[in-house]
């Protein structure tokens, strides 16, 4: 946001420059209904909280919000799971270079009508990283009240704002290739909530691209695509439990599974389980984001994320705001993928198909 002078004000409100003055310094000779829209365009101008922001020492004006938008408003879950904490923790260390500092914030409720700022009251940042699945209404909304924002695994189309991302596409397309390489050609494919004002779309803009690798998969390797093979859910334990058990039910036959994330892989297994299949004997299964290293068993097959890397270069790309003319940047973080003992070969009577790697991908092979 540009600089507002008493000019400007004067100019907003249809007054003079003295009277901009005397009401600004509280002074008694001016009338009400000239001190009214004096008032009115401090407040819709924005100009008393950026000649707040002037007076701030340095140390404030350093300070770095780390926001984190989730989706759902639930108390009993925490708000700064380890996905988003590795990243925090990335930002934290790059920060600290500087001497700037970083505080942690949550918004809930974003995607249901609840706005910024009633989260945040008149307590607005200056710089502040936006992490995770926020709607264009927040970050616009942020962008309005004079926010310089950096925005963290997400993208919001018709935005001009830096970003960084993990390498979703990329990442993902190595799982399904993994699993091609394997011999699997029935891949269920469990995604994340759709949007509400476009039913066939991701609601989250790193979901959509993993999505979308899932599909460019089938399509690359001639392997014919089962509408019915894909389903979405809140991309939780449970939900995605629910919703392998409901392929199962139906009649769906797969022979490997590829959720969107870890948290989902981990339900997909016990789900599996509860219908008295073994993992990966009779279905193998991969994630997303590797949270859980080895702490599951079977050890996921998924994609490790260096949410350090995250934090970091989104902390740079909220430097480069203030010194760059150059436009937004969109940097891109390179993903690596995990083999695990949650996927194997399927069956007898399964269509073995050559194993093909993309070469910009480690493969990084865990027995464990």
């Not at 001016?30 to 924005?46: C, D, I, P, Q, S």
């Not at 390797?221 to 629910?242: N, W, Y």
């Not at 949650?342 to 092979?365: K, V």
Request: glycine content about 8%.
């Amino acid at each position: 946001m540009n600089k507002i002078t008493i000019r400007d004000l004067a100019e907003h409100a249809g007054v003079s420059v003295g009277t901009v003055s005397r009401v600004l310094n509280d002074q008694d000779n001016v009338a009400a209904e000239l001190r009214a829209r004096v008032l009115l365009a401090v407040k819709e101008t924005g100009y008393e909280r950026l000649r707040a922001r002037a007076a701030r020492p340095r140390a404030a004006r350093e300070e770095i919000t780390f926001f984190v938008a989730l989706r759902e408003v639930d108390e009993d879950r925490p708000s700064l799971d380890y996905f988003w904490a590795g990243i925090l923790h990335g930002a934290e260390q790059r920060a600290r270079r500087s001497g700037a500092r970083v505080s942690y914030r949550a918004l809930h409720g974003l995607d249901h009508g609840t706005t910024v700022s009633e989260q945040l009251g008149g307590d607005i940042p200056e710089r502040a990283l936006l992490v995770g699945p926020a709607p264009a209404s927040a970050v616009t909304e942020l962008r309005a009240l004079g926010v310089s924002l950096v925005l963290v695994d997400n993208a919001v189309e018709g935005q001009a704002l830096p970003t960084v991302n993990s390498d979703n596409f990329g990442g993902s397309l190595a799982v399904m290739e993994h699993l091609i390489g394997l011999g699997h050609t029935r891949i269920a494919y469990v995604g994340g909530p759709l949007a509400e004002d476009l039913p066939d779309a991701d609601a989250i803009h790193s979901v959509g691209l993993r999505t979308a690798a899932y599909h460019y998969a089938l399509e690359r390797r001639r392997i014919a695509a089962d509408p019915a093979l894909v389903t979405h859910c809140d991309l939780t334990p449970d939900g995605a439990s629910a919703a392998v058990q409901a392929l199962v039910d139906d009649g769906r036959a797969f022979t490997a599974v590829f959720c969107a994330n870890d948290p989902a892989a981990t339900g997909a297994v016990r789900g599996l389980r509860e219908r008295g299949l073994r993992v990966p004997d009779d279905v193998s299964v991969a994630g997303f984001d590797d949270q859980f290293g080895d702490h599951v068993d079977p050890r996921l097959t998924t994609v490790r994320v260096n949410r350090a890397a995250l934090g970091a270069l989104a902390v740079d790309a909220l430097a480069d705001l203030g010194r760059s003319s150059e436009p937004p940047s969109s940097r891109v973080v390179s993903v690596e993928l995990v083999v695990g003992r949650s996927t194997a070969a399927p069956g007898a009577g399964s269509t073995a198909l050559s194993a093909a790697s993309p070469s910009d991908h480690r493969i990084i092979t865990k027995e464990s």
